[in-house]
């Protein structure tokens, strides 16, 4: 299943990566091969198989509504590239 | 040309659960609570981490979506939704997408053209987004994170395109806020963000029947998102409506586009172009397995739905005799009606609980809002403890049985709204009773007819509007007590004479 160009290209834009012209054929080569793997998956005949959700897991274990201490704002905070005044520090974003 | 709008909308409600959707994470007041205290590895994204679905957060979605008739499913799918935006740091919300907890709902809605009903597409469960503030400081732009309320329950209800103007679109999103409330999953603070709206609007032109009988096709739509206030959804719909009208007018074609709401400018702008239209590569969370419901639970969570607001409302009518406005007043908040119908129990039978209604509606009312100053009063139970029902019962009792009149009734009321004091103390202390007494009376009357001889002569040459002006001299000899039933009747026996 060979993907185009136009679909890395879209691909890329959607997980905000920016790609030189080799990478993008780079990965269009790589991501049509990973495609071609999955797509043996088709031969199985799943007609009689219901649609699975939740990978492994089988049933779904809810949990009593009550807190726990979270992080501590340091630990939360100690791998962020930037913090300033108790919070992320990004790159501005607007919409 | 005339145009009819058509609109369907996506509300967002918080859920006050204790803890968040996935984690045990306190929910609190984004709003005020200082950023980043409620935040651990899995609200925070960290890799290795799974998500645990709040057995809470699942029955405050059933119990809506059974008060919204909606048909609850048996097993519904968590799936994530994938999008880059700092808001969750995972890079994609845990929603519902092919399987939602609920469908096919409705929402009896009023409006000045009556009652109409309001399709139900969906109810499902989802996690709400941190908050991100846009700083400008020394000379940089950047944008800081909290991510507090990323993890907080969220439920979406999304209506078909039922509703086809402002005034429509406002009425549900009250309707919907008042169940919510009454149910006790939201709070309704529309202030704090706990509700919100995103409306689908379109227009098509008046009267055009689609091919064979079937509806009109409709217009091409846009979506508003982030609509935090009922009076943001009126007017961005308000706008849209005119704007996409006069697109059409001019001859040209509506953008298919998401919008959003700048509430200074009173005008909706342009988020995301087309070509960046939605791709959210939605697939079934793997991390969780699909939702399975009992019915057993279902029932038992029906079995306990209070009475809702609609069915408060139509018995407030049918029951006590209130007109629809002031019945809907009373039925908005469950406080406020549970409070009348307390009242109303400490009444005799021989007063109308249409008195009761009176009573709260206007002076309380206006005292609670002087002193709250929010609309919503009664969740300040420091207010509500003021004046307790029973005492407001008494009160509308002893005016009833004439002991004292309305002027100094309100007076008394300001009173025990002060003080927290009952009005039967208040009324002993203050010499307020009310006199019927006739002898009494009748020597107040000689002695006002005898000190306006003019008035009481003009009177009796026809100008009978004059006993108005008499009967304020006497209710001021009697320092306002004299019960005016007796006064007037005593006025008019002597002038007769």
């Not at chain 1, 793997?37 to 959700?53: F, W």
């Not at chain 2, 309704?188 to 609007?201: L, S």
């Not at chain 2, 509500?384 to 005016?399: C, G």
């Amino acid at each position: 299943m060979a993907l185009t160009l136009k679909e890395v290209e879209h691909i890329a834009k959607l997980a905000r990566l920016e790609l030189t012209e080799e990478q993008k054929e780079l990965y269009r080569e790589q991501l049509s091969a990973i495609l071609d793997y999955m797509a043996k998956l088709r031969e199985l005949d799943t007609n009689n198989v219901p649609p699975t959700a939740g990978g492994g897991l089988t049933q779904m274990i809810l949990r009593e509504d009550e807190s726990r201490p979270s992080l501590s704002k340091d630990a939360l905070l100690e791998n962020a590239p930037n913090a300033e005044d108790d919070q992320f520090k990004i790159p501005p974003v607007f919409e | 040309m005339e145009f009819e709008p058509v609109i369907g909308l996506e509300v967002h409600a918080e859920l006050r659960t204790k803890s968040k959707m996935f984690c045990a994470c306190e929910v609190v007041d984004s709003t005020t609570a200082a950023p980043n205290t409620t935040v651990c590895p899995v609200c925070s994204g960290m890799p290795g981490t799974l998500p645990v679905v709040n057995q809470k957060a699942v029955e405050f979605g059933i119990r809506v979506a059974l008060a919204l008739e909606c048909e609850v499913q048996q097993t519904s799918i968590f799936a994530r939704k994938n999008y880059f935006y700092p808001d969750l740091p995972k890079g994609y919300q845990i929603s519902q997408y092919e399987q939602p907890l609920a469908i096919n709902g409705k929402l009896i809605i009023r409006t000045s053209e009556g009652e109409q009903t309001i399709r139900l597409r969906r109810v499902h469960l989802e996690e709400d987004t941190g908050k991100l503030t846009h700083v400008e400081r020394d000379g940089k732009s950047y944008s800081l994170v909290d991510l507090n309320r990323a993890g907080v329950p969220l439920l979406e209800i999304v209506s078909e395109p039922d509703l086809h103007s402002a005034d429509a679109a406002r009425a549900y999103g009250e309707a919907l806020r008042d169940i919510l409330r009454y149910l006790g999953v939201n709070s309704g603070d529309m202030e704090k963000g706990v509700i919100r709206f995103e409306a689908n609007v379109s227009v098509r032109k008046k009267g055009i029947a689609g091919a064979d009988g079937h509806p009109p096709l409709l217009g091409i739509r846009t979506e508003v998102k982030n609509l935090n206030s009922f009076r943001a959804l009126e007017r961005a719909i308000e706008y849209e409506i005119e704007r996409q009208s006069k697109i059409i007018e001019a001859g040209r074609t509506v953008e298919q586009e998401t919008l959003g709401w700048n509430e200074a400018r009173g005008a909706t702008y342009s988020q995301r172009s087309k070509e960046d239209a939605h791709d959210y590569r939605y697939f079934p969370e793997p991390d969780l397995p699909p939702l399975v419901v009992e019915q057993n639970w279902i029932d038992e969570i029906k079995s306990k739905l209070p009475e809702l607001p609609r069915a408060r409302y139509l018995r407030f009518i049918e029951d006590y005799g209130l007109t629809a406005y002031d019945a809907a007043r009373l039925t908005e908040e469950k406080e406020v009606a549970d409070y009348f119908e307390s009242a109303v129990r400490g009444l005799p039978s021989t007063v109308q609980p249409k008195v009761a209604a009176n009573w709260m509606l206007g002076d309380l009312f206006s005292l609670m809002n002087q002193a709250s100053k929010t609309s919503e009063f009664f969740k300040n139970s420091e207010a509500w403890n003021r004046v307790r029902p029973e005492a407001l019962a008494e009160l509308v009792k002893i005016v009833s049985e004439g002991q004292i009149n309305q002027t100094s009734a309100r007076e008394v009321l300001n009173e025990m709204f002060e003080s927290g004091r009952g009005a039967a103390e208040i009324i002993a202390a203050r010499g307020l009773k009310q006199v019927s007494d006739e002898s009494f009376i009748a020597e107040l009357v000689s002695q006002a007819l005898k000190e306006n001889p003019n008035e009481a002569a003009s009177f009796r040459s026809g100008k009978t509007g004059v006993v108005n002006f008499l009967f304020g001299q006497v209710m001021k000899k009697a320092a306002g007590r004299a019960n005016p039933q007796v006064v007037r009747a005593e006025l008019e026996k002597q002038l007769a004479q």
